[in-house]
């Protein structure tokens, strides 16, 4: 997705996304990795790299993949702050409460919005046009990418891992479903497009609610997220012209292998 121009970003607010698999594993996407522990020691270390690359950013507010009513996220961080809280699996603390701890921040920024996501009338329309051999071609080729991605995540430090699932090889990777999928509908079924437009709809009302914690050119706002969302997000700020887009690749090329 890089048909927009990247924005000049003198004296505006900017905006990392930083695009992560699901650490504590909870099953919600079509595939799912199989990761180790985030919390064993050398995972422990390998986080704590991956906060000191994120830090030079130096992100005024840190927004999260949670519901924003979501009354657990803001107890949860005071605890730790107090020290009476152990980090869970989920990057959203691993990443998001470690980072705000680190840079002094007083709360986390819950930007969450629920979503549809249709796929079973994908699979009804491509069984009653006779395309569900296709349609499996597609979703198989989902499965192998994340097989991909799992064992790379396995064999190779966080921020690797990060690095790999933030480059643009592997956001076209996931983006390519979506319009692979454009084709199953007509006329009064338009299964694909709308599962595409439902995506769309989620992530945009997503950014609607990131963007509204800038008050000043000066923010610079980390948005941590499922990497599925990842190449949608970035393409929300490349298109608007009040924001920059800051990528994870531009503070963490010296911290690889450190």
Not at 22 to 45: C, L, S, T
Not at 54 to 71: G, R, S, V
Not at 160 to 178: C, G, R, V
Request: charged share 25%; with cysteine.
């Amino acid at each position: 997705m890089t048909g927009w121009a990247q924005n000049d970003c003198a004296g505006k607010p900017q905006v990392l996304v930083l695009g992560t698999y699901h650490m504590a594993n909870p099953g919600r996407d079509v595939y799912n990795f199989k990761v180790d522990d985030v919390r064993a020691p050398r995972r422990q270390q390998e986080l704590e790299q991956v906060a000191a690359v994120l830090a030079t950013f130096q992100p005024t507010k840190i927004a999260i993949e949670a519901d924003p009513d979501n009354k657990e996220i803001p107890t949860s961080f005071q605890e730790y702050l107090a020290g009476k809280h152990e980090l869970s699996q989920s990057e959203t603390e691993q990443i998001g409460f470690r980072l705000a701890k680190r840079l002094g921040h007083k709360q986390v920024y819950p930007v969450n919005v629920e979503g549809n996501f249709p796929i079973q009338r994908v699979t009804n329309y491509a069984k009653a046009t006779d395309r569900s051999a296709e349609l499996q071609k597609i979703l198989d080729s989902i499965q192998r990418s994340a097989g991909e991605d799992d064992a790379y995540i396995k064999s190779h430090t966080v921020l690797e891992s990060l690095l790999y699932l933030n480059s643009p090889q592997a956001i076209a990777t996931d983006n390519s479903f979506y319009m692979r999928v454009v084709t199953f509908g007509e006329d009064g079924d338009y299964a694909g497009p709308d599962l595409l437009a439902a995506w769309y709809e989620r992530n945009i009302r997503i950014y609607s609610n990131t963007v509204k914690l800038i008050a000043s050119p000066s923010d610079r706002i980390l948005v941590i997220y499922g990497a599925g969302h990842l190449g949608w997000l970035q393409e929300d700020v490349r298109m608007d012209p009040s924001v920059c887009l800051r990528t994870l690749s531009e503070f963490a090329a010296k911290r690889v292998g450190s």
